[in-house]
């Protein structure tokens, strides 16, 4: 039943936005699904099943995000910086998201069920933007720099300019420069 396990997870993230994921009932998630409670067990098995769902939907979605702004037509350079800016508001307004992205976890969400680590999501995509990439303008280094530098953004919020205002992301300044080292210098 994929139309009623879309509309469960669709309840559950209403509900979960409502009040904290351990008061969340499971007969008011079918109700407002508007399937009946054991259509709920079958899908899910239960609330942990629900929880376990809602991660990986969330998880599946964040990735689909970053693979479509890397599709875009622009150059790497806005493509990093629109990675990095719409990681941040992406996990800003989704809290589970923020939670998988840096670990911290509170009482609102559903407790920490096997999913992903934030180094795994970190890698997942540092290895996606180097894929998509020219080789060698954009080493996985660099992909792995400006993801951690927008999850620096979702932990501690820096002011409003977006991130590709900082000046890190075009040709030959911050994080596109050339890395030096010490015999470079």
């Known amino acids: 039943m994929p139309a009623a396990r879309e509309s469960l997870l669709e309840a559950a993230v209403a509900a979960l936005a409502a009040r904290p ?24 098995g239960g609330k942990d099943g629900l929880g376990r769902a809602l991660v990986r939907r969330e998880t599946d979605r964040y990735l689909a995000g970053v693979d479509r702004v890397l599709g875009a037509e622009e150059g790497a350079h806005e493509r990093m910086a629109e990675l990095a800016s719409w990681t941040v508001r992406t996990a800003r307004a989704h809290p ?24 795994e999501l970190t890698r997942a995509v540092r290895d996606r ?7 060698g303008e954009w080493t996985a280094y660099r992909c792995e720099l400006v993801v951690r530098l927008a999850l620096s953004y979702v932990v501690a919020p820096g002011g409003d300019a977006p991130l590709g205002d900082l000046g890190l992301f075009g040709p030959g ?10 015999g470079d210098r």
Not at 129 to 135: F, G, N, Q, R, T
Not at 173 to 182: K, N
């Open 96 to 119: 589970l998201l923020r939670a998988l992205l840096t670990g911290c976890w509170d009482a609102r969400l559903p407790l920490l069920v096997p999913g992903p680590r934030p180094e």
């Open 21 to 44: 994921w351990p008061v969340v009932r499971m007969v008011e998630v079918a109700a407002a699904a508007g399937v009946s409670r054991q259509t709920l067990y079958n899908e899910f």
């Open 173 to 182: 300044r911050g994080l596109s420069a050339p890395i030096r080292t010490a």
């Open 129 to 135: 933007a180097a894929a998509a990439l020219a080789p």
